[in-house]
């Protein structure tokens, strides 16, 4: 009686794990940014190379960027490969040439000219509308 009950619920355990839906593809984390902390102790979103991200405070519809023409020249997009799909918090626009780039919470996500160094945050300036990207 009790070897009868030990095989059926191993039948049903593993016609359970059968039934499960393939685990989502894996995801290298090669190309979406991530959160980091920072020195202080804070936390920041830096691009796959370490280089703190901002956000414009122009991009506020939560489906595009403002930053385009020569502002995107300056203020650099952080692309995303054309197959990218949101996750979690991380978000994909599309820029109004057709290219993919990561957002945050749909705002889109920018490196900055004035950084040289993972870690460097000289970009951050509230008065003209850049801000570093927090979580």
């Not at 393939?22 to 280089?51: F, H, I």
């Not at 020569?70 to 650099?76: L, M, N, Q, S, Y």
């Amino acid at each position: 009686m009790i070897v009868a009950t030990i095989l059926v619920s191993g039948t049903t355990l593993a016609n359970a794990h059968e039934s499960a839906p393939p685990p989502p593809p894996k995801d290298d984390g090669a190309s979406k940014p991530r959160v980091s902390p920072t020195k202080t102790g804070g936390l920041r979103l830096v691009d796959p190379k370490g280089m703190t991200l901002y956000y414009f405070d122009r991009d506020d519809s939560g489906n595009k960027s403002a930053c385009n023409g020569k502002c995107a020249e300056k203020w650099i997009p952080v692309t995303a490969p054309g197959n990218a799909e949101a996750q979690g918090d991380f978000t994909v626009i599309t820029r109004s040439d057709g290219s993919k780039m990561w957002a945050y919470r749909y705002r889109p996500l920018y490196t900055s000219p004035a950084d040289h160094a993972p870690g460097e945050a000289n970009g951050d300036d509230p008065e003209k509308l850049w801000h570093v990207a927090r979580p």
